[in-house]
C-alpha cells in the first residue's frame, strides 16, 4: 500500500471589503512583483508579515501606515514585544493606527482610498493586505477521501500526522502545524522517522523563530504566562539592551533579554530575545533547551568579549540573586 503526503501549505486570507476586490491590492505573493517604490504604502495588519514588509518598504522611502484591528502590534507575543517594535516603528515615521478596521476602499487614478470605521480617511498608491493565512485544501476534493478538515479547512491530523484516512499524512501548515518553513521541513523528517518505525510525534522538537523586524525578535520555547497556564512554577528574568555593551557601543538600545526558568528543575522553558540579530541568538537557547540544560550551565558560559552574545550568560547570572555563598576571605 502506498502512502501519500498532503503539503500544500497557506495562502493569504482575503478580508470581504467592500471595493477591494477588483483592485491591484498586494498580498506577500505578489509584494515584490513591484517595480518602483509607492510613495505611500497602506498595510491592513499588525502581524508578522504586515511588520516585516510594512518597515522595510517604510525604509526604502515610502510613507507607510499600518492599520491594526487590535490594540497594539503583534499581538501574539508579550506586550513590551509589541511596546518595542511600536516604538522601532515610530522612529522609522510608519504611522500606528490601532482599534481600527476598513468599512470601505476605492480605487481611482493609481490611489487607494480606506475609509476607516472611526472616520479617518487614508490614502496610498499601493495597499498590502496582511491579516492571516488560510489553509490551501479546497482544491483537494477531501468529501471524497474521507480524509477530514476542521471549522477553518485545515486537515485534521493526529500526534503522528496521519488524517483521518488510512495511508494519507499530512504536515507542515496547511495541517495546523506552526507556519514556518523550518518546522515544515522537520515535519518531513518526522514523518520519515515514523514511517520507518521511529517513535516520534508532531511536536516533539523545541519550537523556535523570528519575527525579521528591526529590532529583530527572536522566540523559543514558552513565556512566563504561557508556562503559568500550564500548570508550571516558573520564573523569568529580563536584562534591558541598553544594559549590554555592545549594544551601547553600536547604538542598539531598543530591546532586551529574557528567559524563562522551570523554578522546580532549573530547567530552561524559554526565551524572548529582542534587539540586533536575536534571530541568531536565540539558538543558544533552542539547543541548551534540546539538551534539557538547567540556566547555570548557561550561567557558567564564557562568551566572548565584546559580543551582543556575551550578555546571555549575564542575564542567567540575574537569577543567582543576593542568597548565595560568601567566600570568607573577602
Known amino acids: 500500500m502506498s502512502n501519500h503526503v498532503i503539503n500544500t501549505g497557506t495562502s493569504s486570507t482575503l478580508p470581504d471589503f467592500p471595493g477591494l476586490a477588483g483592485t491591484p491590492y498586494l498580498t506577500n505573493r505578489n509584494f515584490f512583483d513591484l517595480q518602483q517604490i509607492p510613495p ?5 495588519g499588525g502581524g508578522y508579515i504586515a ?15 499600518l492599520i491594526v484591528r ?15 517594535l511600536a516604538d522601532a516603528f515610530e522612529q522609522d515615521g510608519i504611522g500606528l493606527h490601532f482599534n481600527v478596521t476598513v468599512q470601505q476602499i476605492a480605487y481611482t487614478n493609481g490611489v487607494f482610498t480606506l475609509t476607516l ?3 479617518e480617511v487614508l490614502d496610498g498608491e499601493a495597499l498590502l493586505i496582511a491579516i492571516g493565512r488560510k489553509p490551501n485544501t479546497q482544491a483537494l476534493n477531501s468529501a471524497v477521501t474521507g480524509t477530514e478538515l476542521d471549522a477553518q479547512g485545515f486537515i485534521k491530523i493526529d500526534d503522528q500526522f496521519q488524517t483521518t484516512h488510512s495511508g494519507i499524512y499530512a504536515i507542515g501548515d496547511a495541517a495546523k502545524q506552526p507556519a514556518f518553513t523550518h518546522v515544515s521541513w522537520e515535519d518531513y523528517r518526522r514523518l520519515k522517522a515514523i514511517l520507518c518505525g521511529e517513535h516520534r510525534t508532531r511536536n516533539d522538537r523545541v519550537l523556535g523563530y523570528a519575527v525579521y523586524t528591526d529590532p529583530l525578535v527572536g522566540r523559543v520555547g514558552m513565556t512566563l504566562e504561557q508556562a503559568h497556564k500550564q500548570g508550571i512554577t516558573a520564573s523569568e528574568v529580563t536584562l534591558p539592551m541598553a544594559h549590554i555593551a555592545r549594544s551601547i557601543e553600536w547604538g542598539h ?7 524563562v526558568i522551570d523554578t522546580h528543575t532549573n530547567l530552561i522553558l524559554g526565551a524572548t530575545l529582542v534587539g540586533y540579530e536575536t534571530a541568531e541568538l536565540v539558538h543558544v537557547f533552542l539547543s541548551l533547551m ?13 562568551h566572548i568579549h565584546p559580543t551582543y552574545g556575551e550578555a546571555l550568560p549575564s542575564l542567567a547570572r540575574l537569577l543567582v540573586g543576593d542568597d548565595m555563598p560568601t567566600c570568607p576571605n573577602m
Open 70 to 84: 487590535g490594540n497594539r502590534l503583534l499581538a501574539q507575543e508579550e506586550s513590551d514585544v509589541s511596546a518595542v
Open 40 to 44: 505611500r504604502l497602506l498595510v491592513v
Open 253 to 259: 538600545d531598543l530591546g532586551f533579554y529574557r528567559m
Open 117 to 119: 470605521n472611526n472616520g
Open 290 to 302: 534540546e539538551a534539557k540544560a538547567t540556566w547555570q550551565v548557561l550561567e557558567q558560559s564564557v
Open 51 to 65: 511588520l516585516e514588509l510594512g518597515q522595510g518598504m517604510a525604509r526604502l522611502g515610502s510613507q507607510t501606515k
